[in-house]
């Protein structure tokens, strides 16, 4: 079983068409795996519901803290791009063994449809976590990487290999 935990980021925001501004109401994890016609047996289980502008120390422990009590050994963590290096290297560093995990996540909201990358990066996320080896990893456009080996790049928009540091 893959145990998928829901913490919130720009994945699941909604689009409020009167103020124009994003908020969160349910994440939208069971759909997608729904019409992507997931046959894989997974475990949802929504964490939190924050930006990941405001995610502190005290959920990333949260986080770190599931993930060590799930039998799984598969772990997938929906998560806000702004700062998803720095929870996975918090999860690296605490101390779970064993276990395969990866973070994903999405520049475009799902809720605004076609435009959205969060379909094609959790696809991906799901695939990486079923073949990597135990340790922390990020997958986004595609590609997997290392907690310590990524970079979001701002200017475009994309995570990008960086040596991993010593």
């Not at 720009?10 to 009167?18: G, H, I, L, R, S």
């Not at 103020?19 to 069971?30: A, I, K, V």
């Not at 094609?120 to 922390?136: K, M, R, T, Y």
Request: aromatic share 10%.
């Amino acid at each position: 079983m893959i145990q998928i935990f829901v913490t919130g980021g720009t994945f699941d925001k909604e689009y409020n068409f009167v103020t124009g501004q994003l908020y969160f109401q349910d994440s939208n994890l069971p759909e997608m795996l729904e019409r992507g016609r997931c046959t894989l047996d997974v475990n949802v289980r929504t964490l939190m519901m924050v930006d990941s502008l405001e995610i502190t120390d005290l959920d990333r422990e949260n986080i770190a803290h599931n993930c060590r009590g799930t039998g799984t050994k598969q772990i997938l963590i929906t998560h806000g791009t702004d700062t998803m290096v720095k929870t996975a290297e918090y999860l690296a560093k605490a101390d779970i063994r064993g276990k395969t995990i990866v973070l994903t996540g999405a520049m475009i909201p799902y809720a605004f449809g076609s435009s959205s990358d969060g379909f094609f990066n959790l696809g991906s996320a799901l695939a990486f976590v079923q073949a990597l080896p135990a340790g922390v990893y990020i997958a986004m456009n595609g590609r997997y990487f290392t907690w310590d080996g990524v970079q979001k790049n701002r200017s475009t928009g994309y995570f990008e290999a960086v040596s991993p540091e010593q």
